[in-house]
């Protein structure tokens, strides 16, 4: 009952509350921020100091907002459910799908409930944006013109959307419009759509001592995300927090990064983390229940109200929301309610985010490891001490194998209900493995260290798909049998031009020419140009421009077996050439019309442009652009470089994900390290470091990592405090 008084408050406070900021409120601000500096280096990349953990937080939020305000915006607008109050109606599955798993009264039980420690963080983070806005009052937020510190509740492990984003909107559209399952037909071109897809994922590579110049691990962090998703930063306090790397957008941690004695590389994962749970659903008086075993167990249910904008009106609508023990009830399946189940601890999930970056070594940070809420991701990490390690997953459910989870089970049977979580040492882990590396491009953990890998057999179905992917195969061809490895060779080799894919793909092509006697004139120098060809990308090889439109149009006409992976599909094609001259042709012919010529080298076709600060960029072949030589991971490049093609007006393809905050760190006495930033660390066009890396992100020249507090003075650019004007 308390609990409830406490909340009515609270709730009554925040609507009564100004935007106008008090005049203590502003004091603890300005206390606060003179505990605070931050130093701007040559390329903009803010390293922030406090004295304590809280005060490096504040700074950061800070720092995150001059460099992107919109961007730490949109991510809350998103998290918290308030997207269709901007963006209208088409965005209320959305909203609804974040109020089903957590309201905002929830939201803020988990921040009362939090340890005082994260408290304080979580304060902090609030207080350093409402701070940014009072001293920024030309900034003009496009609906959160005040930050709560319950709102990191909704955005609490780093990924981009997280796990909740797997759960279909249409899906939750469809059950609320009709109270029906979504027609096959959509379903099947859902199916389509996700097939054709640039492939998302990221690169971890840990090279071991033994294996390097120097005699000191080596971590190679590339995660392949939305350009400008993530920005660089260093963040150091007294209290022992000292991580520099990538922040997502309005997070209080370093997601991906390292400290001086530890690094942390997160890649997405195969482990089976959610389910679905069909419901067996039963009326009675007016109420409603479901069946679980031999009770009746009653549906949780309640309101949900959500604003939209209509116009230039906002206007309201009422959803009723249920939940099961299981979850929330989001779609039907076989005709019965479904309840999706997956990770939402989002205080523990906090906890083990900002707890990873403070370890010293393997022991704290397998120790960080236990807490298992970092459910999306797998791990390579490596340290000072000489470790290396793999972690596939990490929250990982235990199932009773006899059912099949990628389906959806009986929810009415006990028996399919998770029995708690597997441990740390049950999942699939690699620590200093023999050969001396492991690599991880989200393909299978069983071949991450050869030999040396985990074995199918050692653990249950759900832990992993025994998949393999171009990059995958890739990497390990690079990585047999190399030594002497330094900072600057691990960054060639994660640049290295090799496409498998086209290894597997474009021979079949080749031979199906060939094996005609009546060839197709039209063909003849194009298919001599690919046979002729080693498979490698660049800004001048016209080979690639040819392989990528052939193997994308493939990939999206020809007819090939369901249910098997983008890897599976692209050999299969090789060999499989029924459909392939025609597609072929049917390519030259529509680069001939886009581009006058089919002789077109990639970098022609291939570019990066960034003209604005926008989320979603708007691309024109008559704005200024430069040739970028990389290629799709899709085709196993691993520095990936994945592009949109539907700009609306433009003929050429333009650079939207992939490499984007990219490092190669060594673990020493002294911890040292390369990065680079697709475009700049700034979103505001006007700044000296909006674009400023480019030059040297396409040439393979990256920025030393001025880590250490001698080496950041020397290249500082700007040093002041929060609320002096940059």
Same mark, same amino acid.
């Given at each position: ?11 009554l406070?925040? $609507?009564c509350k ?10 603890e601000?300005e206390?606060q ?6 130093i701007?280096d040559d ?7 406090g004295?304590t953990d809280a ?12 460099d992107?305000f919109n961007?730490?915006?949109q ?10 109050e ?7 599955y959305?909203?609804l ?14 921040y009362?409930?939090s340890p005082a ?5 979580c304060d902090?983070f ?21 930050f709560?510190?319950?709102m ?13 984003e ?11 419009e ?14 389509k ?7 998302q ?6 090279? $071991? ?9 080596l971590?190679?962090i590339?995660?392949h ?13 007294e ?9 997502t ?10 400290n001086?004695?530890?690094g ?12 679905e ?11 409603l229940?479901?069946?679980?075993g031999?009770?009746?167990r009653?549906v949780?249910?309640?309101?949900i109200?959500l604003?939209?904008?209509?116009g230039?009106?906002?206007?309201e609508?009422?959803?009723?929301a ?9 779609h ?7 309840a ?10 906090l ?7 403070k ?5 704290g940070?397998?120790?960080?490891m ?16 000489g ?12 199932r ?5 989870y ?5 929810? $009415?049977?006990p ?7 597997h441990?740390?040492?049950e ?7 023999e ?14 260290a ?10 249950p ?8 992917n171009f990059?995958?195969v890739?990497?390990? &061809? ?9 900072i ?6 994660a640049?290295?031009?090799?496409l ?15 094996s005609?006697?009546?060839?197709n004139?039209?063909?003849r120098e194009p ?8 498979y ?5 090889q ?10 994308t ?15 599976e599909?692209m050999?299969?094609f090789g060999?499989?050439t ?6 072929f ?6 680069l001939?019309?886009d581009?006058v010529t089919?002789k077109?080298?990639w970098?022609?076709?291939n ?5 604005t600060?926008?989320?979603v960029?708007?691309f ?5 652009s ?18 949109r093609?539907t700009? &609306?007006g ?6 939207t ?22 475009g ?19 040439n ?8 250490y507090r ?17």
């Amino acid at each position: 009952m308390n609990r409830i008084i406490y909340l009515l408050v609270f709730l009554l406070v925040l $609507s009564c509350k100004t935007n106008k900021p008090e005049k203590g409120e502003i004091e603890e601000w300005e206390a606060q921020a003179a505990n605070i500096e931050i130093i701007r280096d040559d390329f903009g990349v803010p390293h922030i100091y406090g004295k304590t953990d809280a005060d490096a937080v504040f700074g950061l939020l800070y720092a995150q907002c001059e460099d992107d305000f919109n961007r730490v915006e949109q991510n809350y607008i998103w998290a918290t459910g308030r997207l269709a109050e901007i963006d209208g109606k088409e965005a209320l599955y959305s909203d609804l799908r974040a109020k089903l798993f957590m309201t905002e009264e929830e939201a803020i039980v988990n921040y009362e409930n939090s340890p005082a420690w994260l408290k304080k963080l979580c304060d902090a983070f609030a207080d350093g944006i409402n701070y940014y806005l009072y001293t920024h009052p030309e900034v003009k937020p496009r609906l959160l013109t005040h930050f709560e510190p319950w709102m990191p509740m909704y955005f609490s492990e780093g990924s981009i959307g997280g796990d909740i984003e797997r759960i279909s909107t249409k899906k939750i559209a469809a059950f609320y419009e009709s109270d029906m399952a979504l027609p096959k037909v959509e379903l099947m071109q859902l199916q389509k759509e996700k097939e054709a897809e640039e492939p998302q994922g990221s690169n971890g590579i840990a090279i $071991s001592g033994k294996l390097t110049q120097s005699g000191n691990p080596l971590l190679l962090i590339n995660p392949h995300t939305s350009f400008y998703f993530r920005g660089e930063v260093h963040v150091v306090s007294e209290e022992g927090l000292n991580a520099y790397g990538a922040v997502t957008w309005g997070q209080f941690f370093v997601y991906q990064g390292f400290n001086e004695k530890t690094g942390w590389m997160h890649t997405s994962t195969y482990t089976d983390v959610m389910d679905e749970f069909k419901e067996t659903i039963v009326e009675n008086d007016d109420n409603l229940f479901y069946e679980y075993g031999e009770e009746l167990r009653p549906v949780k249910s309640f309101e949900i109200v959500l604003k939209y904008l209509d116009g230039k009106k906002l206007k309201e609508k009422k959803y009723p929301a249920y939940r099961t023990h299981h979850g929330p009830i989001t779609h039907v399946a076989d005709g019965q309610w479904t309840a999706s189940a997956m990770m939402w601890e989002p205080v523990k999930a906090l906890e083990q985010s900002f707890i990873r970056t403070k370890q010293n070594g393997y022991k704290g940070f397998r120790d960080m490891m236990d807490i298992r809420t970092n459910s999306s991701n797998n791990t390579v990490y490596a340290d000072a001490e000489g470790n290396i390690a793999y972690f596939h997953g990490n929250y990982v459910p235990k199932r009773d194998v006899q059912f099949n989870y990628a389906e959806p089970v009986d929810g $009415s049977n006990p028996k399919t209900d998770w029995q708690g979580l597997h441990t740390v040492d049950e999942n699939i882990l690699v620590l200093n493995p023999e050969n001396g590396w492991i690599q991880n491009c989200n393909s299978t953990p069983f071949t991450s260290a050869l030999e040396f890998s985990p074995k199918t057999e050692d653990y249950p179905y759900y832990m992993s798909k025994d998949q393999e992917n171009f990059r995958g195969v890739h990497a390990i &061809e690079l990585l047999k049998d190399r030594k002497r490895y330094t900072i600057d060779s691990l960054i060639q080799l994660a640049h290295d031009p090799y496409l498998p894919a086209f290894k597997a793909l474009i021979p079949g092509l080749v031979k199906a020419y060939n094996s005609h006697d009546d060839k197709n004139p039209k063909l003849r120098e194009p298919i001599k140009i690919l046979e002729n060809w080693d498979y490698t990308t660049g800004e001048d090889q016209v080979a690639m421009t040819l392989a990528h439109f052939y193997g994308t149009a493939m990939g999206n006409r020809a007819k090939h077996p369901e249910n098997i992976s983008d890897m599976e599909r692209m050999t299969y094609f090789g060999t499989h050439t029924e459909e392939s001259l025609k597609i072929f042709e049917e390519v030259i012919d529509q680069l001939t019309a886009d581009y006058v010529t089919w002789k077109i080298p990639w970098g022609e076709v291939n570019r990066y442009q960034r003209i604005t600060g926008d989320i979603v960029q708007q691309f024109d072949d008559n704005k200024p652009s430069i040739p970028i030589g990389f290629a799709s991971g899709r085709w196993g490049a691993l520095a990936a470089y994945g592009a949109r093609y539907t700009t &609306e007006g433009a003929k050429k393809i333009y650079g939207t994900r992939g490499n984007s905050f990219v490092a190669v760190v060594e673990f020493g006495d002294m911890v040292k390290a390369k990065s680079i930033l697709a475009g700049g660390q700034s979103g505001d066009p006007s700044s000296p470091h909006f674009d400023d890396q480019i030059e040297s992100y396409k040439n393979v020249d990256w920025k030393e990592v001025p880590y250490y507090r001698e080496d950041v003075l020397k290249r500082a650019e700007k040093t002041y405090r929060p609320g002096e004007r940059k």
